[in-house]
Each structure stands twice: as C-alpha cells, then as structure tokens.
C-alpha cells in the first residue's frame, strides 16, 4: 500500500515535471514568437508613415485651419501689428456633402472674419475686419457710432473719432459722397507725383486704391435708402475695429460672402512689430527682419497674447 501510494507520488511528480517542461517550451517558443515579430521599421515604412502625416496636416491647414500674421493697425486693439492667427477654415464655410460632422453657420453680426479683398489692388490680398452688416441690414454711422437697422450699436472694441477729429465722409457714412470724392481724388494726385523707385510700388497700390474708391462713391447711391445704406443679398458690410485708420467697406464696398475665408479663433504668437515692416517688401528686407526676430524672440514675443482668444 505504501508502495503504491509512493508511486502514485512518482507519478504525480513526473506528470509536474512533464507540465513545467511543456510550459518552458512554450514561453521560449511565444519569446521567440515575439521576438521575430519585434523587428525595426524600414526606410520605405518611415517614409510611408511620414507621408501619412504630412496628409493630416496639408488637410488641416488647407480645409481645416491656418495660420495668418496682422501686417497692420486697422484691428487695434482686437488685433495688434505682429500677431500671428490660428484661423478656422471651416465654421463659416458652405456646408459641404462630404463633412456634415463639421459645423458650420452664416456670418453675425460682430464676426471677425478674414477674406479676400474685392477690388485688391494686389490680387489674393487677404484682410482681417469685422462683420458689421450682413444681407438685408441697413447701416450708416453718425459722429463714428455705428447704426444698424436704427439702433445704435455698441462696441466696447472699437476705436473711436474723438469730437476735434471727425471726418464727414468717414464718421457720417454715406452722408458726405462729395468729401469722400474729394478725398480719393486729392490722394490720387499726390501720389501720382511719386518718383521715390522704393516707394513706387506703395504709390500704385495707393493709385488703386483710389480709384476704387471714386468707383465705389458713383456705385454708393443706387444702394442708399433714406439716409442708411442697404447691404444686398450676398455681401457682408466690413470694418476695421480702429475706425480712424482703416479702408474698409466704406472706401471700397461690400465683402461677397464667397471670399470669406474664414474667422480668427486664436493668437499662437505675437512679435513685437513695426508697423512700417508692411511696407518693407524687398527680399533683403524680409530676411532682416527675420534675423531680427530670431535674435530677439524673448524680449520681442508679447507672452501675455499667447493663446489670446479673438473676438
């Protein structure tokens, strides 16, 4: 019986012993397994991988978002000279077939949006105002304040005439037609005498833009009614937030709301700047001023602006 009952534990012990060597065989062989399947990636993988993400973010800067620098102080205070925007693409596009997960709405009232000037006197010149009107909505301003379809607006954002500055044809818009005539004509001589070869580019551009702006005035009564002008269907009335020192929809008309490229969501970056670098477009220029930034990234970055939502 003894016997019987030690080899019963003999054959218990080479049973164990069968278990842990098949046990052993298998965690090997699985380490093995892993090991073969554990490899380094390929030249052609990487570049496959590398090439996938490209993809995401051409798609993301292209449909999605992108980014865009302030060159000048028509936005003062919203947006300041140097500023560089993380732009939405999408909110204010048309709804497309292929992205109803994306969400979209028309342009309001108060919108910052960036579009593509009508009537640029450079072609593709992208702007930065506000939607002050949209379709339907009768707008004029008296002494600088703004007036919407007879109510006064509100702008805590906007830079003001003072009573000892006002402009008629700027601050009592659409009343004074032959000022603004006046105006635009008086500046199209002027720069018509440019000889200055560095300032000639900045004298045609100016040309332009005068004599969109006596365009603009002939165009301006068929869109008057009583005293307000009517935005048709279609357009958007813009304006720069710094009223005495931006050409906007009062000097050369309404924003097709096809060139609505989008609206700010956020300052990634702002660098202190100069606001005569706009006009300093020589490739020598450029790369000086690049040099200039990357020497003085610390004390020329605004930190306080990082992250500063735009509306």
């Excluded at 309404?254 to 702002?270: A, D, H, M, Q, T």
Aim: hydrophobic content about 35%; charged content about 20%.
């Amino acid at each position: 019986m003894a016997e019987s009952v030690r080899g019963s534990h003999r054959q218990e012990d080479v049973l164990r012993s069968t278990r842990l060597e098949a046990d052993q065989q298998t965690t090997e062989g699985s380490g093995l397994s892993s090991t073969a399947n554990h490899r380094e990636e390929t030249p052609l993988e990487g570049l496959s991988s590398l090439c996938a993400m490209l993809a995401v973010y051409l798609f993301a800067i292209g449909f999605i978002l992108q980014n865009f620098d302030i060159p000048s102080s028509s936005m003062l205070n919203t947006l300041l000279v140097g500023d560089h925007l993380v732009v939405d693409h999408q909110t204010l596009a048309p709804a497309g077939r292929w992205t109803p997960f994306m969400h979209y709405r028309p342009v309001q009232r108060g919108d910052v949006i960036v579009f593509l000037k009508p009537h640029s006197e450079t072609p593709g010149l992208i702007l930065v105002k506000r939607a002050i009107a949209i379709a339907g909505d009768r707008i004029h301003l008296h002494d600088g304040a703004v007036y919407v379809n007879g109510v006064k607006q509100t702008e805590p954002y906007a830079i003001q005439p003072s009573s000892r500055n006002l402009v008629l044809y700027r601050d009592d818009f659409p009343y004074d037609l032959l000022g603004m005539k006046e105006w635009a004509s008086s500046d199209l001589t002027i720069q018509g005498r440019c000889q200055n070869a560095q300032q000639k580019r900045a004298c045609l551009e100016q040309i332009a833009i005068d004599e969109r702006t006596l365009t603009w005035d002939d165009e301006l009564p068929q869109y008057i009614q009583g005293g307000d002008v009517v935005v048709p269907p279609g357009s958007i009335f813009a304006m720069g937030d710094n009223r005495t020192d931006s050409l906007d929809s009062r000097f050369w008309g309404f924003v097709p709301e096809k060139n609505i490229l989008g609206r700010p969501l956020f300052v990634y970056w702002s660098f202190r700047t100069p606001q005569s670098q706009e006009n300093r477009t020589s490739l020598l220029d450029q790369l000086a001023f690049m040099l200039h930034e990357t020497r003085h990234l610390l004390d020329g970055t605004r930190w306080n602006r990082t992250f500063h939502v735009v509306h």
